[in-house]
């Protein structure tokens, strides 16, 4: 497996300009994470999907940023309008549960997205 | 509420030298734990994990952790590092099977 897949590598956008971003799971697994990460404030959760469903939403920093999972297969994280401060490095991750936990997460390789 | 905490946030080294970094978390509930590898540029890898059995676990590159429950404690070592540890590292807990929350990771610089 290629492991998780994320597009594009490096996104440079101007501000109040729409940025989408993507992510391909590994195959078979049951749960997406988004993740942002900056010097101030390190990993963030986002958001997470169990089995194509929204579970946890909370992290989510406002009505501007938004996230789907259409499929088992993908992915997006959507911002509109995007700003200054929301730069900063976007993982996607997945797992699959195990039994007594016996998971973890496999993270893709970020999204760096600068807004300017 | 739940959460991870990592009390180091950048440790300097020097080759050889032994490590460890303080991983603690919140919840009294089943709890799975693990450290994560970022080297610079790249993803987070996984170095081990613990979820049952042996609370002494051993992962990648010489490095283990000992979860001691009475403590809340999930604190990574290594006997001697190498110039090549030069990364930064996460703690991250599962509570109850659900999602993944990371400390805020720990710098680590080892100087040849």
């Known amino acids: 497996d290629a492991g998780v897949i994320q597009s594009p590598r490096h996104e440079v956008t101007e501000m109040g300009q729409e940025v989408t971003l993507r992510c391909k799971p590994i195959?078979?697994?049951?749960?997406l994470f988004w993740y942002r990460q900056t010097m101030m404030r390190g990993l963030e959760l986002l958001i997470y999907?169990?089995?194509?469903?929204?579970?946890?939403d909370s992290g989510m920093p406002e009505d501007r940023f938004s996230a789907k999972m259409p499929n088992a297969s993908f992915s997006t994280l959507k911002i509109q309008p995007s700003e200054p401060r929301d730069s900063a490095v976007y993982f996607c991750?997945?797992?699959?549960?195990?039994?007594?936990?016996?998971?973890?997460?496999?993270f893709g390789q970020g999204t760096r997205l600068t807004v300017v | 509420a739940q959460s991870v905490s990592q009390h180091n946030h950048h440790v300097i080294l020097s080759e050889a030298a032994s490590l460890e970094l303080g991983c603690n978390y919140s919840y009294g509930g089943t709890v799975n734990l693990f450290w994560y590898v970022q080297y610079p540029g790249q993803h987070l890898q996984l170095l081990l994990k613990?979820?049952?059995?042996?609370?002494l676990v051993k992962g990648i590159k010489g490095f283990e952790a000992e979860f001691i429950k009475s403590k809340f404690s999930f604190n990574l070592r290594k006997p001697s590092v190498q110039w090549s540890d030069t990364a930064e590292y996460f703690c991250?807990?599962?509570?109850?099977?659900?999602?993944?929350?990371f400390g805020s990771g720990t710098k680590l610089n080892v100087k040849p």
């Open positions: 195959s078979g697994h049951d749960y």
């Open positions: 991750a997945s797992s699959l549960w195990g039994a007594l936990g016996n998971t973890e997460a496999f």
């Open positions: 991250a807990a599962l509570y109850n099977f659900n999602k993944f929350y």
């Open positions: 999907f169990n089995n194509n469903v929204p579970i946890d």
């Open positions: 613990y979820f049952s059995g042996d609370p």
